[in-house]
């Protein structure tokens, strides 16, 4: 199956539904921070019914104002010739008008609520079937946080602990991912808070894990600037989280 998927670009963005190229000299770094705490999961509950969420803007707009049926014209000599003759040529037009704003409020009235139907529709589809349980809040036995239905636990603060190291530390460990055998160096870098007087920045500092901020994380430049120099060899597994513990429970 894997094989078959060498030539098609779609799976190559997925590292399990593609194998390494066959290059063993070739050498993978995968350098990451970690110590951050990060989203992971969620824990649902179902809509109640009746449930609606107001996605649709125009739903909560006001209704349109529909006029009164009540005609401009007066009685006797209100009104002009021509009302006059709609009217039976007795000059009250009074009962025409009404007639016919009477049937324009009625239209009026039909095109509203087929406008409201066509919302609460459109809302109803649109409304969430399911929604995150605030109410959950406990320890997992992990160590995970679950706070207001949401599942933290050590990341780089976007990015969760195992979709950052599994496969350099276990994943590619298996020939059926890595049939030429590239190895692979896991170099984690763990978040030291710093504050923003202290450091005199605003991106964490030298020992930021940030998910954009570790760029100007002090051992990843040194550890950029080892490999592109040419010394890559000399950089070794470097590893404090469990990322070995959670990779092991993964069954492929």
Known sequence: LLRGHLLDSRHWANPLEARLPNAPSMRIYSIYGVGKPTERSYFYSPVAPGHSAALDPDAASPPDQTRSGVGPSGTGGGGSNSEAIASGGDGDTSNTDNSKDSNSSGKDKDSKNDKESDDSSREEEMSPKVLIDKAVNFQMRSGAAVKNGVVTLSGDATVPLISLGYMCVKG??????????????????????????????????????DHVDILGNH???????????????????SIVSNIRTVAERVQL
Do not use: Y
Request: glycine share 10%.
């Open 219 to 237: 051992q990843l430049v040194s550890d950029i600037l080892t490999i592109a120099s040419g010394h890559g060899r000399l950089l070794e597994d």
């Open 172 to 209: 590619w460990k298996n020939p059926r991912f890595n049939p030429a055998g590239i190895k692979c160096i896991t170099r984690e870098l763990e978040h030291i808070e710093v504050s923003m007087l202290k450091s005199g920045s605003l991106q964490g500092g030298p020992n930021t894990a």
